[in-house]
T-cell receptor, first 111, second 116 residues
Framework: RKEVEQDPGPFNVPEGATVAFNCTYSNSASQSFFWYRQDCRKEPKLLMSVYSSGNEDGRFTAQLNRASQYISLLIRDSKLSDSATYLCVVTMDTGRRALTFGSGTRLQVQP | EAGVAQSPRYKIIEKRQSVAFWCNPISGHATLYWYQQILGQGPKLLIQFQNNGVVDDSQLPKDRFSAERLKGVDSTLKIQPAKLEDSAVYLC??????????????FGPGTRLTVL
Protein backbone atom coordinates (compact mmCIF):
# COMPACT_ATOMS: atom_id res chain seq x y z
CA ARG A 1 0.00 0.00 0.00
CA LYS A 2 1.33 3.45 -0.89
CA GLU A 3 2.08 5.79 2.01
CA VAL A 4 0.05 8.60 0.40
CA GLU A 5 -2.69 7.77 -2.09
CA GLN A 6 -4.51 10.10 -4.46
CA ASP A 7 -6.89 9.70 -7.35
CA PRO A 8 -4.71 10.54 -10.38
CA GLY A 9 -7.59 12.07 -12.34
CA PRO A 10 -7.62 13.92 -14.62
CA PHE A 11 -10.48 16.00 -13.34
CA ASN A 12 -11.90 18.02 -16.23
CA VAL A 13 -14.15 20.82 -14.97
CA PRO A 14 -15.61 23.99 -16.49
CA GLU A 15 -14.59 27.41 -15.30
CA GLY A 16 -16.51 28.41 -12.20
CA ALA A 17 -17.03 24.86 -11.00
CA THR A 18 -16.24 23.58 -7.53
CA VAL A 19 -13.91 20.59 -7.41
CA ALA A 20 -12.68 18.47 -4.51
CA PHE A 21 -9.62 16.26 -4.23
CA ASN A 22 -9.09 13.58 -1.63
CA CYS A 23 -6.03 11.93 -0.24
CA THR A 24 -5.43 9.14 2.27
CA TYR A 25 -2.26 8.40 4.19
CA SER A 26 -1.21 5.14 5.78
CA ASN A 27 0.85 6.18 8.80
CA SER A 28 -1.28 7.28 11.75
CA ALA A 29 1.79 8.91 13.27
CA SER A 30 2.04 11.43 10.43
CA GLN A 31 2.56 14.88 11.82
CA SER A 32 2.20 17.58 9.18
CA PHE A 33 0.11 17.82 6.05
CA PHE A 34 0.30 19.97 2.95
CA TRP A 35 -1.03 20.50 -0.53
CA TYR A 36 1.52 21.38 -3.21
CA ARG A 37 0.77 22.55 -6.72
CA GLN A 38 2.89 21.51 -9.70
CA ASP A 39 2.42 23.05 -13.12
CA CYS A 40 3.39 21.05 -16.18
CA ARG A 41 7.18 20.69 -16.39
CA LYS A 42 7.69 22.97 -13.38
CA GLU A 43 8.75 22.44 -9.80
CA PRO A 44 6.28 21.83 -6.96
CA LYS A 45 5.22 24.86 -4.93
CA LEU A 46 3.52 24.94 -1.57
CA LEU A 47 -0.17 25.75 -1.94
CA MET A 48 -1.20 25.48 1.69
CA SER A 49 -0.65 23.66 4.93
CA VAL A 50 -3.50 21.58 6.33
CA TYR A 51 -4.56 21.85 9.94
CA SER A 52 -6.89 19.72 12.04
CA SER A 53 -9.28 22.63 12.41
CA GLY A 54 -9.39 23.11 8.65
CA ASN A 55 -8.12 26.18 6.89
CA GLU A 56 -9.11 28.41 4.03
CA ASP A 57 -7.10 30.60 1.68
CA GLY A 58 -9.32 32.49 -0.74
CA ARG A 59 -10.99 29.96 -3.01
CA PHE A 60 -9.09 27.05 -1.49
CA THR A 61 -10.17 25.07 1.58
CA ALA A 62 -8.18 22.22 3.09
CA GLN A 63 -9.40 19.78 5.72
CA LEU A 64 -7.82 17.00 7.73
CA ASN A 65 -9.53 14.04 9.36
CA ARG A 66 -6.95 12.31 11.53
CA ALA A 67 -9.32 9.53 12.61
CA SER A 68 -9.90 8.50 9.00
CA GLN A 69 -6.37 9.49 7.86
CA TYR A 70 -7.90 11.59 5.13
CA ILE A 71 -7.05 14.99 3.68
CA SER A 72 -9.12 17.04 1.26
CA LEU A 73 -8.74 20.11 -0.90
CA LEU A 74 -11.72 22.07 -2.19
CA ILE A 75 -11.37 24.63 -4.96
CA ARG A 76 -14.31 26.96 -5.51
CA ASP A 77 -14.99 29.05 -8.62
CA SER A 78 -12.29 27.29 -10.65
CA LYS A 79 -10.11 29.42 -12.92
CA LEU A 80 -8.23 28.38 -16.04
CA SER A 81 -5.05 29.16 -14.10
CA ASP A 82 -5.91 26.48 -11.54
CA SER A 83 -5.05 23.80 -14.13
CA ALA A 84 -2.16 21.88 -12.60
CA THR A 85 -1.32 18.73 -10.66
CA TYR A 86 -2.12 18.88 -6.95
CA LEU A 87 0.18 16.85 -4.73
CA CYS A 88 -0.86 15.66 -1.29
CA VAL A 89 2.13 15.68 1.05
CA VAL A 90 2.69 14.41 4.59
CA THR A 91 5.63 14.28 6.93
CA MET A 92 6.12 10.79 8.32
CA ASP A 93 8.97 11.38 10.70
CA THR A 94 9.03 14.07 13.35
CA GLY A 95 12.82 13.93 13.45
CA ARG A 96 13.81 14.38 9.84
CA ARG A 97 10.56 15.97 8.72
CA ALA A 98 11.00 14.43 5.32
CA LEU A 99 8.15 15.08 2.90
CA THR A 100 6.31 12.09 1.44
CA PHE A 101 4.41 12.95 -1.72
CA GLY A 102 1.39 11.35 -3.29
CA SER A 103 1.43 10.85 -7.04
CA GLY A 104 -0.78 13.86 -7.60
CA THR A 105 -4.22 14.60 -9.01
CA ARG A 106 -4.34 16.40 -12.34
CA LEU A 107 -6.89 19.18 -12.77
CA GLN A 108 -7.84 20.64 -16.13
CA VAL A 109 -10.16 23.64 -16.02
CA GLN A 110 -11.85 24.25 -19.34
CA PRO A 111 -13.33 27.46 -20.75
CA GLU B 1 15.48 36.85 -3.21
CA ALA B 2 17.09 34.36 -5.59
CA GLY B 3 15.57 30.91 -5.64
CA VAL B 4 17.16 27.48 -5.76
CA ALA B 5 19.41 27.17 -8.79
CA GLN B 6 20.07 23.91 -10.62
CA SER B 7 22.14 22.95 -13.63
CA PRO B 8 22.02 21.59 -16.20
CA ARG B 9 18.32 21.86 -16.94
CA TYR B 10 18.39 18.93 -19.37
CA LYS B 11 20.75 16.02 -19.88
CA ILE B 12 20.67 13.09 -22.26
CA ILE B 13 23.11 10.23 -21.75
CA GLU B 14 23.46 6.61 -22.70
CA LYS B 15 23.13 3.84 -20.14
CA ARG B 16 26.29 3.05 -18.21
CA GLN B 17 27.53 6.62 -18.61
CA SER B 18 28.06 8.98 -15.68
CA VAL B 19 26.27 12.24 -14.98
CA ALA B 20 26.42 14.96 -12.33
CA PHE B 21 23.89 17.56 -11.27
CA TRP B 22 24.56 20.76 -9.37
CA CYS B 23 22.39 22.68 -6.92
CA ASN B 24 22.80 26.05 -5.22
CA PRO B 25 20.23 26.53 -2.44
CA ILE B 26 18.67 29.75 -1.26
CA SER B 27 21.26 31.77 0.62
CA GLY B 28 21.32 30.95 4.32
CA HIS B 29 19.33 27.74 4.03
CA ALA B 30 20.90 25.02 6.17
CA THR B 31 18.88 22.07 4.86
CA LEU B 32 19.20 20.79 1.32
CA TYR B 33 17.27 17.94 -0.30
CA TRP B 34 17.57 15.95 -3.51
CA TYR B 35 14.41 14.36 -4.89
CA GLN B 36 13.79 12.07 -7.85
CA GLN B 37 10.51 12.51 -9.72
CA ILE B 38 9.65 9.81 -12.23
CA LEU B 39 6.99 10.68 -14.80
CA GLY B 40 3.50 10.31 -13.33
CA GLN B 41 4.74 10.07 -9.74
CA GLY B 42 5.36 12.46 -6.90
CA PRO B 43 8.90 13.43 -5.89
CA LYS B 44 10.77 10.87 -3.81
CA LEU B 45 13.44 11.98 -1.35
CA LEU B 46 16.91 10.65 -2.17
CA ILE B 47 19.05 12.46 0.39
CA GLN B 48 18.77 15.25 2.96
CA PHE B 49 21.69 17.38 4.17
CA GLN B 50 21.95 19.64 7.17
CA ASN B 51 24.86 21.99 6.44
CA ASN B 52 27.58 19.57 5.28
CA GLY B 53 26.24 16.51 7.12
CA VAL B 54 23.81 13.83 5.91
CA VAL B 55 20.53 13.63 7.80
CA ASP B 56 18.94 10.88 5.73
CA ASP B 57 20.14 8.89 2.73
CA SER B 58 18.05 5.78 3.32
CA GLN B 59 16.44 5.92 -0.14
CA LEU B 60 19.61 6.72 -2.08
CA PRO B 61 20.75 3.77 -4.26
CA LYS B 62 24.28 3.94 -2.97
CA ASP B 63 25.68 1.44 -5.47
CA ARG B 64 25.30 4.04 -8.21
CA PHE B 65 24.24 7.35 -6.65
CA SER B 66 26.39 9.67 -4.57
CA ALA B 67 25.91 13.19 -3.27
CA GLU B 68 27.98 15.70 -1.40
CA ARG B 69 27.68 19.14 0.13
CA LEU B 70 31.26 19.65 1.20
CA LYS B 71 31.14 23.30 2.27
CA GLY B 72 27.55 23.26 3.44
CA VAL B 73 26.32 25.43 0.59
CA ASP B 74 26.00 24.02 -2.94
CA SER B 75 25.66 20.33 -3.63
CA THR B 76 26.28 17.79 -6.38
CA LEU B 77 24.43 14.57 -7.11
CA LYS B 78 26.16 11.96 -9.25
CA ILE B 79 24.97 8.81 -10.97
CA GLN B 80 27.57 6.28 -12.07
CA PRO B 81 26.73 4.19 -14.04
CA ALA B 82 23.30 5.30 -15.19
CA LYS B 83 20.47 2.87 -15.90
CA LEU B 84 17.39 3.33 -18.06
CA GLU B 85 15.19 3.54 -14.95
CA ASP B 86 17.12 6.60 -13.76
CA SER B 87 15.32 8.69 -16.37
CA ALA B 88 13.51 11.26 -14.25
CA VAL B 89 13.53 14.86 -13.09
CA TYR B 90 15.99 15.47 -10.28
CA LEU B 91 14.75 18.22 -8.00
CA CYS B 92 16.81 20.07 -5.45
CA UNK B 93 15.06 21.84 -2.58
CA UNK B 94 16.20 23.86 0.41
CA UNK B 95 14.72 25.07 3.67
CA UNK B 96 15.97 27.34 6.41
CA UNK B 97 16.34 24.52 8.95
CA UNK B 98 14.40 21.24 9.01
CA UNK B 99 14.32 21.40 12.83
CA UNK B 100 12.30 24.63 12.81
CA UNK B 101 8.59 24.57 13.54
CA UNK B 102 7.89 26.13 10.18
CA UNK B 103 10.05 24.51 7.54
CA UNK B 104 8.82 25.32 4.05
CA UNK B 105 10.86 23.67 1.33
CA UNK B 106 11.57 25.64 -1.83
CA PHE B 107 12.24 23.69 -4.99
CA GLY B 108 14.55 24.42 -7.88
CA PRO B 109 13.45 24.00 -11.52
CA GLY B 110 14.95 20.51 -11.71
CA THR B 111 17.23 18.65 -14.10
CA ARG B 112 15.44 16.44 -16.61
CA LEU B 113 17.57 13.34 -17.24
CA THR B 114 16.97 10.99 -20.13
CA VAL B 115 18.95 7.74 -20.22
CA LEU B 116 18.97 6.01 -23.62
Amino acid sequence: RKEVEQDPGPFNVPEGATVAFNCTYSNSASQSFFWYRQDCRKEPKLLMSVYSSGNEDGRFTAQLNRASQYISLLIRDSKLSDSATYLCVVTMDTGRRALTFGSGTRLQVQP
Amino acid sequence: EAGVAQSPRYKIIEKRQSVAFWCNPISGHATLYWYQQILGQGPKLLIQFQNNGVVDDSQLPKDRFSAERLKGVDSTLKIQPAKLEDSAVYLCASSSDYRSTYNEQFFGPGTRLTVL
